[in-house]
Nanobody
């Protein structure tokens, strides 16, 4: 079964850290770029970060640059999003997505697979 499954969300205090995981099954991340998106209540989906399949190049939105780090473990077929210095504005449902073209995936199109999301709440 082809799927992406996010995990690691939860409740964290402002200034805290959390790591999200995106586990792929049924296909290899060696051939797909993976991007992280989020959607807060009442807001549009926002692209956060992307990692390419081939050279591991990474991309970040300005809103998370310097705070979030994307990485990939090919052996585990999993992509991670390390999130530091979390703010209440980071509260959202976080999704990962896979596509062949990193240029397309980072912009939110050309997506072959979406995960169902994991919820992050940043609150004291």
């Amino acid at each position: 079964q082809v799927q992406l499954v996010e995990s690691g969300g939860g409740l964290v205090q402002p200034g805290g850290s959390l790591r999200l995981s995106c586990a792929a099954s049924g296909f290899s991340l060696n051939f797909y770029a993976i991007a992280w998106f989020r959607q807060a209540p009442g807001k549009e989906r926002e692209g956060l970060s992307c990692i390419s399949s081939s050279d591991g190049n990474t991309y970040y939105a300005d809103s998370v640059k310097g705070r979030f780090t994307i990485s990939k473990d090919n052996a585990k077929n999993t992509v991670y999003l390390q999130m530091n210095s979390l703010e209440p504005e980071d509260t959202a449902v976080y999704y990962c997505a896979a596509g062949v073209s990193v240029a397309h995936v980072r912009e939110g199109y050309g997506i072959d697979y979406w995960g169902k999301g994991t919820r992050l709440t940043v609150s004291s």
